[in-house]
């Protein structure tokens, strides 16, 4: 068996593990949002969940190949952290623009 046969066997297996682990990771967050006690603990779990989509976009990328999606996780990145300041803003405030 080839070195680079291990290794890429070994990639794919993490690459795949870490996919799992952070679509469970996105449930455990999605669960914090909807039972939350307080409202800024809702927005810590939902910019978690806006991080964790970005990992899974990125791992996506790795598994299938396509650099696609790496321009997508940027994306998301920069929405998800655009929707974040907005919510705390307004947590703060009261108001998004003020």
């Not at 967050?29 to 964790?52: E, F, K, Q, W």
């Not at 929707?83 to 947590?91: E, G, L, N, R």
Request: charged fraction near 10%.
């Amino acid at each position: 068996m080839e070195v680079s046969s291990v290794a890429s066997d070994a990639l794919a297996l993490a690459v795949n593990a870490s996919l799992v682990l952070a679509s469970a990771l996105t449930l455990f967050a999605g669960y914090r949002v909807i039972r939350g006690p307080t409202v800024p603990d809702r927005v810590v779990a939902l910019d978690t969940i806006s991080t964790n989509v970005v990992a899974i976009a990125v791992l996506f990328a790795l598994h299938t190949h396509q650099g696609l999606f790496v321009t997508v996780s940027l994306v998301l990145a920069i929405i998800g952290f655009i929707s974040t300041i907005a919510v705390s803003q307004y947590v703060i405030e009261g108001d998004i623009i003020t």
